[in-house]
């Protein structure tokens, strides 16, 4: 990163506070990923993961809200010819609603299964602060 004296104001320029809020929004989402992926699921225990999924990230710094929904249809897909009863949660399984508030402004993330890939994306970024 570049100090102040060094930076060439025609080229770079301060993150805004979207940008800003974009960032910690990412950040959550790598943490509710790589955090969780490899956990133990079963449709039976596919709530309360839900639950601490989302209480875990909610504690982090900006975060307003997050919505985990452990897609079951899949997971009963999944274990259908299996012996296990249970299976390892990966990105397939989820879809997840992540709001980050920072600083007037809130972004509202979304990941979900995209062409067989759980792709996370930034829906919408709403200024409730001008200098946002």
Do not use: W
């Not at 960032?23 to 993961?49: C, M, N």
């Not at 299976?87 to 992540?98: A, K, S, W």
């Not at 600083?103 to 996370?120: C, F, H, K, N, Q």
């Amino acid at each position: 990163m570049s100090t102040d004296s060094e930076r060439d104001p025609d080229t770079d320029a301060e993150p805004t506070i979207a940008e800003e809020a974009c960032f910690e929004a990412g950040i959550k989402f790598g943490t509710l990923y790589h955090q969780f992926a490899g956990t133990p699921v079963s449709p039976d225990s596919a709530a309360s993961l839900e639950r601490a999924m989302e209480a875990s990230i909610e504690n982090q710094p900006h975060c307003s809200d997050v919505t985990v929904d452990v897609r079951t249809d899949e997971l009963e897909a999944e274990l259908a010819d299996s012996a296990a009863d249970y299976t390892e949660l990966t990105g397939r399984f989820l879809e997840v609603e992540i709001v980050v508030d920072y600083e007037g402004a809130e972004v509202v993330t979304r990941m979900a299964m995209e062409d067989g890939y759980p792709l996370m994306r930034v829906e919408s970024i709403r200024k409730r602060n001008p200098e946002a």
